[in-house]
């Protein structure tokens, strides 16, 4: 493991330093240190090339080669199952080596189920779930080994590397009285780490290829300064749960400032777990646009002919995504802006891409949002950004990511525990508006909120306004006024909702029915089991509930709760 700095930082008194900044704080004695997890100074992918590490599974130990999920709460590993037959001969190699439950003495078998994640991507699959050993790291590193960890085995090519899952979320196999805590919260648990927290950059290919340290960096319990530029922003999570690490685009312009690719703000999630950047298709169509692409309805991807490729090397034309904490800003409220070069969204398909019939394709890594619920930063844009996260205090910050030279040391710092029992231990200060009112924006946003609902309901006679933070354009009604299911999809979305129940990921029957529910973008449909039962699933609401799933084999269903 990477030797740790032990530097001390004094508390700003300010939240407007942002999260880096508020969370410096003076060492105290017995403070644990934050885990660094080294890369293993490699790049996987059917999309791209993109910075991995390296995690043991099971006993004896196999180790393979994995990305990480900020949206995932299990680790996620390739089976045995994911290369067929019909795959080319290093399918192994190229998905990252697989590995093989059967090999390992710890190995608890807990059943099939469908995965949470990505289904409003479209992206319906299953996994076998158990229990095992993960080594984190390389081997002889010193990073922690954990036993008795869920672990997702996966054989379907929609997710065609494992990848670590960090979002310290449970799961629970059976009911919400039975939580299984995820990894990050046993390291935590364990004495591991100091806090719910992390820090991460996916890294980005072209900036090894010029003798600069362009790998990913992972840090769990703290974030490495050296790895980024700090800002005064800090986010807060969503009250959407499924959408935590979620914030508002306001503009996405050509660094000259002559095109603007985004016609209004929008608000996305960021989540590696995906390669891409989930836009609005006239956001598309501006990108399209501007850089001479070509829409492939097959792929549904934006590729780029061998002659476009050139001249946009050769000008490397810089995009800037302009971010907030949400759609209406106040007069407090800041900006980050960052930066991405025509480098990072240079990227090629290989042969093993779905329906690529070539054997390197360049694309353009965005895709079409069929709806708000599908806007997303993907692992492209992380390739720039820098990423903290603190689940403790639900709060997150975005800054530019740096790429040091090789020489340059890291500048680890913990993010202490939420604590209110210990004198050495502080909550992030209150935000001290630039304009130097002393209302924060939260307690702006509050007062503005309740006199709006005064008014409407002098007005109304009783009806009241129910507002969320980071609500999304279509109006929620109050819980107990939502219906079960209002709206049946049509015959041709249905058949457009092709699940994979078998782990090969491409045999199955498709679903017999799916529902809408009313008023809500990341819903999950009812789908059927094989056997023909139907199952019910819906998001569930409330700080410790979310998503309910089924398996596709029994009513067994598999619960995602929240951190």
Not at 459 to 479: D, I, T
Request: charged share 15%; net charge negative.
């Amino acid at each position: 493991m990477e030797e740790r700095a032990d530097k001390t930082m004094e508390i700003p008194n300010t939240r407007a330093g942002g999260l880096a900044q508020g969370l410096k704080r003076k060492r105290t004695t017995g403070a644990i240190e934050p885990l660094s997890i080294a890369t293993d100074q490699l790049w996987y992918g059917n999309d791209g090339p993109w910075s991995t590490f390296m995690l043991g599974y099971g006993t004896p130990a196999q180790f393979v080669h994995s990305l990480v999920s900020t949206s995932i709460t299990q680790p996620y590993v390739v089976l045995d199952q994911g290369c067929t037959s019909l795959d080319p001969s290093d399918c192994a190699q190229a998905r990252g080596v697989i590995f093989s439950p059967n090999s390992s003495s710890t190995w608890q078998n807990l059943g099939d189920y469908t995965l949470a994640f990505e289904q409003n991507l479209g992206i319906y699959e299953n996994g076998q779930f158990g229990m095992d050993t993960v080594s984190l790291g390389l081997p002889g590193s010193g990073a922690p080994t954990m036993d008795h960890q869920i672990v997702t085995g996966i054989a379907t090519k929609s997710f065609f590397v494992g990848s670590w899952g960090i979002r310290p979320a449970p799961t629970n196999l059976t009911n919400f009285n039975d939580p299984v805590p995820s990894l990050v919260q046993n390291l935590k648990d364990g004495g591991k780490i100091s806090s719910l927290s992390w820090a991460y950059t996916a890294g980005a290919y072209y900036q090894s290829q010029i003798s600069k340290a362009g790998e990913a960096s992972l840090t769990i319990g703290g974030y490495d300064t050296s790895r980024f530029q700090d800002n005064n922003v800090t986010f807060d999570f969503s009250t959407d749960t499924a959408r935590d690490i979620e914030l508002a685009i306001h503009a996405i312009v050509t660094a000259d400032g002559s095109n603007s690719l985004l016609s209004e703000p929008i608000l996305t999630f960021i989540d590696s777990a995906v390669s891409h950047i989930w836009l609005p298709i006239d956001s598309c169509e501006a990108f399209q646009r501007t850089f001479n692409l070509t829409y492939d309805q097959n792929l549904e991807l934006y590729l780029v002919n061998d002659t476009v490729h050139q001249t946009l090397i050769a000008q490397n034309a810089t995009i800037s995504f302009t971010l907030g904490n949400d759609i209406t800003l106040s007069s407090s409220d800041s900006l980050v802006t960052i930066d991405m070069p025509y480098s990072a969204f240079d990227l090629q398909l290989t042969p093993d891409y779905p329906n690529n019939t070539n054997n390197a394709t360049y694309y353009f890594p965005i895709r079409q949002a069929a709806n708000a619920s599908q806007y997303t930063l993907g692992r492209t844009f992380l390739q720039e950004a820098y990423l903290i996260a603190d689940y403790e205090r639900k709060q997150f910050s975005v800054h530019q990511a740096v790429f040091p030279d090789t020489g340059v040391q890291q500048d680890l710092q913990i993010i202490q525990p939420l604590s209110t029992n210990s004198s050495n231990v502080t909550t992030i200060p209150s935000p001290v508006p630039s304009s130097g009112s002393s209302i924060s924006t939260g307690a702006l946003a509050g007062i503005i909120v309740a006199a709006i609902i005064v008014v409407l309901g002098a007005l109304a006679g009783g009806f009241w306004l129910y507002r969320r933070k980071k609500h999304r354009p279509l109006a929620v009604p109050p819980e107990s006024a939502q219906p079960a299911a209002t709206e049946l999809l049509t015959e041709e979305k249905k058949r457009e909702l092709v699940s994979a129940w078998e782990l090969n990921g491409r045999d199955g029957p498709k679903p017999v029915a799916a529902w809408e529910l009313n008023g809500r973008d990341t819903l999950t449909p009812e789908l059927s089991s094989p056997n023909g039962a139907h199952l019910q699933r819906s998001e569930l609401r409330g700080e410790e509930m979310a998503r309910e799933l089924e398996s596709p084999r029994t009513p067994r269903p598999l619960y995602e709760m929240s951190g």
